[in-house]
């Protein structure tokens, strides 16, 4: 997100920043006209929760402070306790496991807490609200819970008095990380107090200058406010730091047709009809709960994204639980194209990496006999004959028809010096297919093939 990852700069002072008026124009009397809904949809539309960093993020210990409260007794028997039968096997069995954890540990916040983002990050609001509750009870000087717990809030809709007293804590704890202030506005710029929600973008800014949905929200701020050179600034400065963002040019061309300047507002609304990523923040906390969704979707983006960025381990994990979830295509996908890999490699003579493909192949595909027979090929090939020997020995297991897994085998066998064993394999594969280059290495040795 270009700049947008910047590391923060660590300041400290008052939960929202103060502007001098002298910084923001005086409302033009044309203010009350503008497209309120609009701005605000789009707002909605970028301020979603899952933002995904795509920049170095901050480290947690800057910021974390865990409590050493005492162990609180009865907490966990309030643990919210989800249905679970209407949700996929591998949801059910994460939230099951994390809910059993937090009851085995019942004065741990952080066994507590892990149970709670699990719900979060399967968009279980209410019961991930109830639970982060108790979290930050049990951990109160502890960013995270409270500052979740806030986020949850404002996604479900609780009373805007509670999440904003909820952000103002987290802010107390932890004053120069960024985020939180851009939340915060978000939060305070769909309630319609738009003062309030610039002065705390201008807070974010102060402390991390690259972030883009700061710059972004400011704007939208300003043009609320009337302000639009503050809101051209603002927004011009996103569409630098993120010019693939849609949301920024849907902002642009509104403020552009205010403006007067309609060859600008015009190429703003195409550039926002064509672009179709939104920008990011960089905010740790949030991306690991992102992280540990198992929900079919999610398992989707994480296996396009891994295999984009070749993590192919990654993508193997994705496959498998999305084949768990009901949705058998992707491993199956994985599988051909894992094979199809290791012999690429194998052809080039790249025998280490065609290795490494076939051993995640077989995570896959346990019981593939054109797996274990290509494998013992390619050790055939260089030269290790008692590993290749086991792996046609268990493709033949697999596929017992197969003359070719029979035929190198002998191979393997007349490598090794065991030549009567070696014979008897030819035999099987010749009885197989009696055209088979077997048979004709049967009578080069001078044998007649079995009939």
């Not at 929760?49 to 402070?65: E, H, N």
Request: neutral net charge; aromatic residues 6%; glycine residues 8%.
């Amino acid at each position: 997100m270009g700049k947008a990852g910047r590391r923060k700069r660590n300041r400290t002072g008052p939960p929202a920043a103060t502007i001098d008026p002298s910084v923001t124009t005086r409302k033009r009397p044309w203010s009350h006209l503008l497209t309120v809904t609009a701005i605000v949809a789009g707002l909605l539309a970028g301020a979603l929760y899952y933002y995904q960093a795509t920049g170095p993020r901050p480290d947690p210990a800057s910021i974390i402070v865990e409590s050493h409260t005492p162990r609180m007794t009865g907490s966990t028997s309030l643990l919210p306790d989800p249905e679970t039968s209407d949700m996929t096997i591998p949801v059910a069995r994460v939230i099951s496991e994390a809910r059993r954890a937090a009851i085995a540990e019942p004065g741990s916040a952080a066994a507590v807490g892990r149970y709670c983002q699990l719900l979060h990050a399967h968009w279980r609001l209410g019961e991930a609200a109830a639970c982060y509750e108790i979290a930050h009870r049990l951990a109160p000087q502890d960013f995270r819970w409270v500052y979740l717990l806030a986020g949850v809030e404002e996604i479900h809709g609780a009373d805007a008095g509670h999440v904003e007293e909820l952000f103002r804590k987290a802010i107390r704890l932890a004053p120069g990380f960024a985020p939180v202030y851009v939340r915060y506005a978000d939060a305070l710029l769909r309630l319609g107090r738009w003062s309030e929600a610039r002065d705390n973008y201008v807070a974010a800014l102060e402390r991390d200058s690259g972030l883009v949905m700061a710059h972004r929200g400011l704007g939208q701020a300003a043009t609320l406010l009337g302000d639009l050179p503050l809101a051209v600034e603002q927004l011009e400065q996103a569409g630098v730091l993120s010019p693939q963002d849609r949301i920024t040019q849907v902002a642009l061309a509104r403020v552009y047709t205010l403006t007067g300047r309609g060859e600008q507002a015009a190429k703003a609304a195409r550039k926002a009809r064509e672009f179709k990523s939104e920008a990011s923040l960089p905010d740790q906390f949030f991306f690991e709960i992102e992280g540990l969704a198992v929900d079919p979707e999610s398992l989707r983006k994480r296996l396009a994204l891994s295999l984009q960025k070749g993590n192919y381990d990654a993508a193997i994990e994705a496959a498998m639980l999305l084949e768990e979830s009901g949705a058998p295509a992707a491993r199956q996908q994985m599988i051909m194209r894992i094979k199809r890999r290791a012999m690429e490699f194998a052809v080039a003579g790249d025998f280490d990496a065609a290795l490494v493909e076939f051993e995640r192949a077989v995570r896959l595909a346990p019981n593939d006999a054109e797996i274990e027979h290509n494998w013992g090929t390619l050790l055939l090939r260089s030269g290790e004959l008692e590993g290749a020997k086991q792996h046609f020995e268990k493709a033949i297991e697999i596929n017992p028809q197969s003359a070719d897994s029979f035929y190198n085998l002998g191979l393997v066998l007349e490598g090794l010096g065991r030549s009567d064993e070696a014979i008897a394999r030819f035999n099987s594969a010749a009885l197989i297919n009696p055209q088979h280059v077997a048979a004709k290495r049967l009578a080069e040795l001078g044998i007649v093939p079995e009939s």
